[in-house]
Every structure is written in structure tokens, then in C-alpha cells.
């Protein structure tokens, strides 16, 4: 996620691409939810364009589903395919209504591109915060369910199986995700899915401070900590993130999931 056009205090395609080269990247897929939304040819162009003068790196770009990547109308996949862009993606707005992903995903078979989908039910997530589970219910946080994800999942497998579109599933987190792209991929579906470093080395436990206080199994919450003090929870804000950690055996089906090739990339998902 880099932040030029719009939010260049964060970051621009020069710094990032700076930042890109020092850790070892060589390429790197910019996401279209910049300020504009990269959504028309002519912000596809100015990407390209700073990219050309000041990236270290090859900068690769997305074009938005839909305008403004508000969910509401089709972008002009045809006009992003031929200035460059090299997938489609609404990035963390999940698009929520079906017939408009279906419609999607033809012009994408059309021209040739995969579909890249940030897989979220918002009338599953709500306002959920954190991984729904053993651990929102001991903070008394609002919970955010696996099936969320695994719903949009198994709708982007039924409309890559109709369409015969290259769906590309977004960080996954659940289990049952992982579950879901390994039997699509069984039956030689398009379907291919990521996985992020902290969504394979944290678990959700991580927002309460259970590494320093907890037993790995999540049980004596009251057990004593440093000094033989209670162990209270820390409500760690550093540990929140979208989308969320989830529990330790959701993080195991996402090792098993990289180890065996089901999710075949482990992406940063930088985004400052």
C-alpha cells in the first residue's frame, strides 16, 4: 500500500520503493486504495510515470473493481488493462454485492486479469475488533468471526468456478479458509490465496499479553504474572490489525496451508 497520490505524508512511491529494495524486494503490486482511487488510466499514469523516475524496485499496479472502490459501479477494467494495471482489486473494501463480483470477474476473464479480493461479510465482521473467541469474550471485546472471512471465500470459489476467473484470496487467516482454497485448488479451480508473517507467528492472545502472562493454552486468566502479581490483561493495541489474529489452531491451518502450497504467497501487506 503505498500512499501516493494522496496521502504522500505517509508515504510516496519513492520512499516505499526505497524501503522495498532494502528489505530484498525486487517488485512490489501497489493496491488502488490511494486518494484518488486508482480506478481511471490517468492515475494508473501517474503511478507509472513517479514510479519510472524515482522507484529502485519494479512497481507493478492494481486498478480498482469498482469507481472510488465504493462498491457501487463497475471501474473501466478494459481502459485499466491496457494502460498496465496487472490485476484488479477494491484492496480492504471487500465487495459485498455478488452479482456485481460476478460481473466483475467476466471483464476480468475478458482481459486477462486476476481478481484479488480483501475476503470480509461486513454483516458478519460488524464491528467486531478482534478474533471472535475465547479471548474477545475474557476482554470483553467486541468479536469478529472467522466466518466473515470464510464466507467470501467460498462465494469467490462458486464465481471462479462459473467465470472461470483467477481469484486471488488476500491474507487469510481461518482455518476454514484454508480448508475451502485447498479443496478448490483439489479440483483445479483458479484460485490461489496469501498468508502474512504475523498471521502465522501471533494469535489473537497476543492483545491480552498472554506471551508474558498466560499459559499457552488460554486458561488460568488469573494466574500470577511478574512478581507474583496477578496477570491482568494488557490490552495491547499493537496486536490489533485488519484483519484480525485468530486463535492458535486458525494459525497452524495457516502454517500447514504455506507449508503444503495451498497459500502460495506470504505477503507484507505494508501498508503505513
Known sequence: HFREPGQTAKETIGTGAAAAARGGFTTVV????TSPAIDN??????????????????????????KGIAGEELSPIGSLKNAGV???????HCVQDNDLMRRAM?????????????????????AGVMHEGYWNNTLGLSGWPSAGEEMIVARNILLAEKTGTHVHCQHMTAAGSVRLIREAKSRGLPISGEACPHHFTLTDSAIA?????????????????????P???????????NPPLRSAADREAVIE?????????????HAP
Not at 501497489?30 to 486504495?33: A, G, K
Not at 496487472?86 to 480492504?92: M, N
Not at 467476466?106 to 460488524?126: I, K, R, W
Not at 490483561?233 to 490489525?241: A, C, L
Request: charged share 20%.
Open 30 to 33: 501497489c493496491m488502488p486504495n
Open 41 to 66: 488510466p490517468g492515475t494508473v499514469a501517474l503511478i507509472q510515470d513517479s514510479a519510472e523516475r524515482l522507484a529502485k524496485v519494479n512497481v507493478l499496479t492494481t486498478g480498482a473493481i469498482t
Open 86 to 92: 496487472v490485476a484488479i482489486s477494491d484492496d480492504g
Open 106 to 126: 467476466e471483464y476480468a476473464t475478458m482481459f486477462n486479469l486476476p481478481v484479488m479480493d480483501h475476503c470480509q461479510d461486513y454483516s458478519l465482521v460488524g
Open 209 to 229: 499479553g498472554s506471551d508474558k502472562f498466560w499459559p499457552e493454552d488460554g486458561k488460568g486468566v488469573f494466574s500470577a504474572g511478574d512478581g507474583g502479581q
Open 231 to 241: 496477570a491482568w490483561p494488557e490490552y495491547d493495541t499493537n496486536f490489533k490489525m
Open 257 to 269: 496451508g504455506v507449508a503444503d502450497g495451498t497459500l502460495e504467497i506470504i505477503s507484507s501487506d
